[in-house]
């Protein structure tokens, strides 16, 4: 036993004390143990960061050295990514002319809760994130067995977006010199798809006939609205009496607003502010509507009961999905409708740039994107240059 204890002191004695801090020939970098420690002042008090290896911590103390030299030396937040990103989402007011929609905002909290909190550490700080960081929570999202499912490309990105743009504002606010998600990488994986899979479906005239046939007096209006006008239903809902020129030479209603999860908003873009016109027949019944509701300018068009916004969820599955199914079009929904009318203009061989103003996209070439296959024929003819017949 005495012989044991004797040995087990030796070699205490012989091992170094790695708390101890020990001198490199780069001023202010101390070695201790198996790392290194960084010391500096900012602020009037003296502060350390750490390194694993002597070149990481001969970087820093250069950085820190020429960050004092600009007087752009600050002192490194303790503030954890995680705090940062519950008060960031809370009062982050947007970079653009139009504001910060509340119902973004609510998106934002869903997708920091459903990703980004899983996959960061609670005790990560924010000045510790860094592009190889962001590129393995990039690689987490792809991960199949991770998610438990195949992510689209289009949700990894909207998983990034909150993400970005909160490192973007730390910046600016100058709790971290470089935001380290200016560079990362997104997915473009190649996507296997059936031949139709994202293609724009539309009702045909009989089932639309069948659906306004079907639909209960006190909604028929609403749905010839969307089939007649290529509305979003988040905009007829919002239809206010001062919206609708049923008197006017050409009749027309206006697109000011929309109502999305029961908050008023305006138009996403300039685009989306738009005049729409109507129907002769469709304006006579609209000015009989109208008579029915009570007087005033802000007065909704189409509303709940008690006068209330209706809720979309609520008629989707209450009113259309059955209605739908009876037509044989059980995976129609309102935006079926909007296709549909874009569908019946190009059977009209209706301009796509008039078009694209009336759907309130933001350019022709966008509404072409999305409705090519509904184009009348199957191509360009064949031109023949030579005998000139099928050119002028």
Known sequence: MHAKGTAASAADAARPDERKLVRTKTPG?????????????????????????????????????????????????????????????????????????????????????????????????????????????VDWLCDEVAQGRRLSDSTVANAVIPVRAALATAQREGLIRHNPAVKLALPHREQIREADEDEAKTLSRKQVRQLLARAPEEHRLLLEVLASCGLRVSEAIA??????????????????????????????????????????????????HLASLPSGAETLVFSAAGGGALDPDNLRSRMLKPLVRKIGAPWAGFHTLRHTYASLQLARSVNIVQLSRVLGHHSPAFTLSVYTHLLPGEGAPALDLVDGRTWS
């Open 239 to 288: 239809l206010q009496r001062r919206h609708l020129h049923v008197d006017a030479a050409r009749p027309h209603l206006k697109i000011r607003r929309a109502i999305v999860k029961r908050r008023v908003e305006p138009p996403k873009t300039k685009h989306g502010r738009r005049d729409v016109p109507l129907a002769a027949g469709l304006a006579e019944r609209l000015r009989k």
């Open 29 to 137: 970098v101390y070695r201790r143990g198996r790392s290194y420690v960084v010391i500096y002042r900012a602020g009037g008090r003296q502060r350390k960061e750490f390194a694993q290896t002597l070149d990481e911590a001969r970087r820093i103390k250069r950085e820190r050295e020429t960050d004092r030299d600009r007087g752009e030396l600050q002192e490194r937040t303790t503030i954890t990514l995680r705090a940062y990103l519950e008060e960031w989402v809370e009062r982050y007011r947007g970079q653009g002319r139009r504001g910060f929609r509340e119902s973004t905002r609510e998106e934002y909290r869903r997708l920091l809760t459903r990703y980004a909190y899983e996959h960061f550490s609670e005790k990560l700080r924010l000045t510790d994130v860094t592009p190889y960081r962001l590129a393995r929570y």
